[in-house]
C-alpha cells in the first residue's frame, strides 16, 4: 500500500512540475513576443514618416537635406509619398491679375508635390470690386478652388498681409504646421523647402531670408526678407489675437512682421535659408547671385524670360512623358 501511495505522490508531484514548467515557458515567450512587438512599433512611424513630430538634427548642415531638382524631374513617376506635415503657400495678387496666376499654376504643378510634405498654394487677394472679376474670379475658383479672398481694400503694404496672417485660423477648414507668404515674382522649389523645413521646430518658428545686410547670417537680428518667409500655426495664432500686430500694419510688410515678433516675444526659433534663397543674378537690385541647384527660392523674376531660364535650370518641363498627342522638340 506505502509503495502505491508513495507511487501516486511521485506521479502528481511530477505533474506539477511539468505544468509550473510549462507556464514558465508559456510566460517567457509571451514577454519575449511583446518586446519583439514593441520593439516594431516604436520603428514603424520612423520607418513610413508616421511621426507628428520630428526631431530636429540641427548637427547637420540644411544643405545636406535638399536636392537637386533638376535630379527628380527623370524621377520614375507615382513614388511613394510620405507626408510628415502641412505647408500653406499663400501668393498675395490682386483680382485683375488673371495671367498672372495662371502662370503660377503651370509653375507649381499639382502633381509635382513634395516627397515629405503636403503643400497647397493659394492665391490671397482683397474683396473684388468690378463684375469682370466677380465673374471671372468665380470661375477661377470653380475650376482650380485655389483663391482666398479677404475683407479687405485691395493693397500692398496697408494691411494686407496682416488680414492674410489674421484671418487664416477663422476662415481656413484645417490647420498647417506652417504658413509661407511668398511673391508672386518668387519661384519656390517646393521640394527643398519641404526638406528644409522637415529638419526644423513646428512651433514658434520664423524662417527665410534674414536681411539686412545681404550678408547677414543672424537669424534673430534683422527681419525675414519678403520674397517669401515662413511662420508656425501658432504664431499666425497668436497674429490673429494679438494687439500688438493689430495696432502696426502700415507699412513695408516683411519689416512689419519682424517688428511684431520682436515686440511681442515670439517665434524663437529663427532659420534663415541661405545661400538657398536669393534675388535672380540678372535682376537690378537686391541680395543676387548665380543660380545654384539647391534653391530654395528665387526672387525678381520680373520678366518672363527671367522665368523661362529658372524653369529651364529646374527642368521644370522634365516630367513630361512623351506621347503620339504632341511632339516639343
Known amino acids: 500500500?506505502?509503495?502505491?501511495?508513495?507511487?501516486?505522490?511521485?506521479?502528481?508531484?511530477?505533474?506539477?512540475?511539468?505544468?509550473?514548467?510549462?507556464?514558465?515557458?508559456?510566460?517567457?515567450?509571451?514577454?519575449?513576443f511583446d518586446l519583439e512587438v514593441t520593439r516594431s512599433i516604436r520603428t514603424i512611424p520612423r520607418s513610413l514618416g508616421l511621426c507628428s513630430a520630428v526631431v530636429p538634427?540641427?548637427?547637420?548642415?540644411?544643405?545636406?537635406?535638399?536636392v537637386d531638382p533638376r535630379s527628380l524631374a527623370a524621377s520614375p513617376a507615382g513614388a511613394p509619398r510620405r507626408a510628415q506635415f502641412s505647408v500653406l503657400v499663400g501668393i498675395p495678387t490682386r483680382p485683375?491679375?488673371?495671367?498672372?496666376?495662371?502662370f503660377l499654376r503651370l509653375v507649381y504643378n499639382p502633381k509635382q508635390q513634395?516627397?515629405?510634405?503636403?503643400?497647397?498654394?493659394?492665391?490671397?487677394?482683397?474683396?473684388l470690386t468690378t463684375e469682370e472679376q466677380r465673374v471671372l474670379v468665380s470661375l477661377e475658383i470653380l475650376r482650380f478652388d485655389d483663391i482666398i479672398i479677404l475683407d479687405c481694400a485691395e493693397n500692398m503694404d496697408n494691411g494686407k498681409t496682416y488680414t492674410y496672417f489674421s484671418s487664416l485660423p477663422r476662415i481656413l477648414p484645417r490647420r498647417y504646421n506652417y504658413v509661407m507668404k511668398a511673391d508672386a515674382d518668387t519661384y519656390v522649389v517646393l521640394e527643398n523647402l519641404a526638406r528644409s523645413l522637415r529638419r526644423l521646430p513646428r512651433e514658434d518658428l520664423y524662417y527665410g531670408f534674414v536681411t539686412p545686410p545681404c550678408n547677414n547670417m543672424k537669424a534673430n537680428q534683422g527681419y525675414m526678407s519678403g520674397m517669401g518667409y515662413v511662420l508656425s500655426w501658432d504664431v499666425v495664432e497668436w497674429i490673429s489675437e494679438s494687439d500688438i500686430p493689430r495696432a502696426d500694419?502700415?507699412?513695408?510688410?516683411?519689416?512689419?512682421?519682424?517688428?511684431?515678433?520682436?515686440k511681442g516675444k515670439k517665434a524663437r526659433n529663427r532659420y534663415t535659408e541661405k545661400p538657398g534663397m536669393y534675388d535672380y543674378e540678372k535682376a537690378d537690385q537686391g541680395c543676387r547671385h548665380p543660380l545654384i541647384p539647391h534653391s530654395?527660392?528665387?526672387?525678381r523674376l520680373k520678366t518672363r524670360e527671367f522665368w523661362l531660364e529658372v524653369l529651364k535650370y529646374f527642368k521644370v518641363t522634365g516630367p513630361l512623358?512623351?506621347?503620339?498627342?504632341y511632339h516639343i522638340d
Open 321 to 325: 512623358h512623351p506621347s503620339k498627342l
Open 296 to 299: 530654395v527660392a528665387i526672387h
Open 57 to 66: 538634427d540641427y548637427s547637420t548642415p540644411a544643405s545636406a537635406y535638399l
Open 1 to 32: 500500500m506505502m509503495e502505491g501511495h508513495f507511487a501516486t505522490r511521485v506521479k502528481w508531484h511530477l505533474l506539477v512540475a511539468l505544468l509550473v514548467s510549462g507556464l514558465c515557458l508559456g510566460f517567457f515567450l509571451i514577454f519575449c
Open 114 to 127: 513634395p516627397a515629405v510634405a503636403d503643400v497647397d498654394v493659394k492665391f490671397v487677394m482683397c474683396n
Open 96 to 102: 485683375q491679375d488673371f495671367d498672372t496666376r495662371h
Open 249 to 262: 500694419v502700415v507699412g513695408p510688410e516683411d519689416l512689419i512682421v519682424g517688428r511684431w515678433l520682436d
